[in-house]
């Protein structure tokens, strides 16, 4: 299993950037497709950015070249860099590892997420 805490969040500016952690715990994430998902009250969960095993990653494309998804295996933490923050940016980040299925993609693991607000 896999032990997830994020931090790094807070409140910033429009255009400020924040730079959100997952560190992980038990087994290592080098064997997850990692990902982070936010969620605001009202809303659906949305995936924001995700990290295959082999280090490729994928953005929803409101995120695509603001933010940037990285790993740093040897600390066992995953890594959100949100650049020129927009107030729809608002929302509690969590990290997940992921399971590709036939089926779709589940999330198995998360934290209990780290508040972004934009004003």
């Known amino acids: 299993h896999v032990q997830l805490v994020e931090s790094g969040g807070g409140s910033v500016q429009a255009g400020g950037s924040l730079r959100l952690s997952c560190a992980a715990s038990?087994?290592?994430?080098?064997?997850?497709?990692m990902g982070w998902y936010r969620q605001t009250p009202g809303k659906e969960r949305e995936g924001v950015a995700t990290l295959d095993t082999d280090g490729v990653p994928g953005y929803a494309v409101s995120v695509k070249d603001r933010f940037t998804i990285s790993r740093d295996n040897a600390k066992n933490t995953v890594y959100l860099q949100m650049n020129s923050l927009k107030s729809e940016d608002t929302a509690l980040y969590y990290c997940a590892t992921l399971q590709a299925t036939v089926l779709g993609t589940y999330l198995n693991f998360w934290g209990q997420g780290t508040q972004v607000t934009v004003s």
């Open positions: 038990g087994n290592p994430i080098s064997n997850y497709c």
